[in-house]
């Protein structure tokens, strides 16, 4: 029985060790993808409250605005005056449309580094 045992150690040695090798490559790629994911949800609440307070503030100094033309033109070009007003905003909010949905669809891949280190892992395995 000891010999049945010896001999079955020295084959599963080896085999061990690239096991061993894959889980631990596995494991530090799930790693980086859990800090890319941190990174990530970091940068985008960031984004998001900046984002948030920026359209307040543009809201606010648009009614701003918005009341100064109106008094400015109030006995002159009152309809005229809100009517641009009204077209200016009209324009400015399609564009900003516009250019947020053309950064959708122009965003970069999340996990890129990721994925470059599983084809570097991959072409590492690849050749002999």
Not at 14 to 25: A, K, T
Not at 109 to 124: G, P, S
Request: proline share 3%; aromatic share 10%.
């Amino acid at each position: 029985m000891t010999t049945d045992t010896q001999s079955q150690r020295p084959e599963h040695g080896p085999l061990r060790r690239i096991v061993g090798s894959v889980f631990s490559i596995l494991q530090t790629r799930l790693e980086l993808i859990g800090i890319e994911l941190a990174e990530e949800k970091d940068r985008l609440i960031g984004i998001f409250f900046l984002g948030l307070a920026a359209m307040m503030l543009a809201a606010m100094a648009l009614v701003a605005l918005t009341a100064l033309i109106a008094i400015a033109f109030w006995d002159t070009y009152r309809w005229q005056a809100l009517a641009a007003i009204t077209a200016a905003y009209a324009l400015a909010a399609l564009f900003c449309g516009l250019k947020a949905r053309s950064g959708l669809r122009n965003a970069p891949l999340v996990f890129q580094a990721t994925i470059n280190e599983f084809e570097k892992d991959r072409e590492l395995f690849r050749k002999p």
